[in-house]
């Protein structure tokens, strides 16, 4: 994640802040430069005039949704005239009834994650298609509740270009007793987008952007029947040798599953190494074998410019380094997976992929 600071007191602020804490400007996000900007009042009671370099005299007003705690992202007037939801939250089709306080509480989460998300894919310089521009195939969120009954609770998944979320994942003992059943060393609400996501990007950059070859040559053949795969997975234990192809035991259970748990690490692994650049983090570990896990200041953006050997000789010592911390606070691992010469050839594959579709976009 982005670093940012306040321009009016260069006070540090987070992604998710709606002022800042030390000389209370309001503060919102532009999504055009990535970047939280302070705020100040325009003419009229809902404008703003971002300090942002080159946006001093263009007055934005916030998401529609900031009047519910849940967004925090600006509209410039082209925008405003178009509607009132922000570039992230535009794409919603569905929220939970906001009338029931805990329904309130579970999407103001689920939101911070999918804002979260968003960042990634407009640092990544990704192409997003919505359901207005694509009826079909469009991107489109369903944030949905069980039946009150039980007697048909949502599965979170995609379907071209929809991705539906459970908001019952949004409740921390829901999503921790699922994580446990299921076996899982990870579970998180931004770990969902970015799985949900791939499917997505595998529509989009893979299917229709003419690299399905390329890809079963890496992840195997996406032709074999879905629902059987999935059911075989369920039924059965995994196969022995999975954790040395697959980052998942879910990754192992279909091609297109693979892609999207890959698909989901890249995220992960790319976005904390962007925080760690940004603080100039450098792990230089007191060991005889320190050179083996050492990693000097990462020298790059790896959203943008980091090769991908960079990339992942930066992220072992990292990760490394990371869950030796977390350990010595009597918490899980912060990356719990190994990632195998198969599981980084899989990742080399979705980096290349984003290069080259970065090259495509290039303005």
């Excluded at 805990?102 to 298609?129: D, M, Q, S």
């Excluded at 190494?273 to 896990?293: D, S």
Aim: hydrophobic share 40%.
């Amino acid at each position: 994640m982005k670093l940012f600071s306040c321009e009016c007191c260069a006070q540090p602020l987070f992604f998710e802040n709606t002022r800042c804490e030390s000389c209370h400007h309001a503060v919102g996000y532009l999504h055009k430069v990535a970047d939280l900007t302070a705020l100040n009042p325009g003419q009229e009671p809902d404008l703003w005039l971002p300090m942002e370099p080159g946006f001093e005299s263009v007055p934005h007003r916030y998401c529609a949704n900031h009047a519910h705690d849940a967004c925090n992202w600006l509209l410039s007037p082209e925008e405003s005239a178009r509607g009132p939801l922000c570039y992230a939250c535009q794409f919603n089709r569905t929220i939970p009834d906001l009338a029931d306080p805990r329904n309130l509480e579970r999407w103001r989460k689920i939101e911070i994650a999918k804002h979260r998300l968003f960042h990634a894919l407009i640092r990544l310089r990704l192409p997003i298609v919505s359901r207005l521009q694509d009826p079909e195939n469009g991107l489109a969120f369903d944030f949905l509740e069980d039946a009150p009954d039980g007697s048909a609770p949502v599965m979170t998944g995609h379907s071209d270009g929809l991705i539906t979320l459970a908001i019952r994942e949004a409740d921390d003992a829901q999503r921790e007793r699922l994580r446990v059943e299921m076996g899982e060393y990870y579970r998180t609400l931004l770990g969902h987008f970015r799985h949900e996501i791939g499917h997505y990007y595998w529509n989009l950059l893979i299917r229709d952007g003419g690299r399905i070859e390329r890809c079963r040559a890496v992840f195997g053949d996406d032709r074999q029947d879905y629902q059987e795969a999935l059911k075989a997975h369920y039924a059965g234990p995994p196969p022995e040798d999975w954790q040395a192809h697959h980052v998942s035991v879910y990754a192992a259970s279909h091609p297109w599953e693979d892609f999207a748990e890959t698909w989901a690490h890249y995220l992960h692994i790319v976005s904390t190494l962007e925080t760690a650049w940004l603080y100039g983090i450098v792990i230089a570990p007191l060991t005889p074998t320190a050179p083996e896990f050492s990693a000097p200041a990462i020298g790059g953006d790896p959203y943008l410019t980091l090769g991908f050997d960079e990339i992942m000789n930066a992220w072992l010592p990292l990760s490394m380094a990371v869950n030796s911390l977390n350990r010595s606070m009597g918490l899980q691992d912060f990356y719990p997976f190994v990632l195998t010469s198969s599981i980084r050839e899989k990742l080399g594959f979705i980096h290349d992929v984003i290069r080259e579709t970065q090259a495509a976009n290039a303005p």
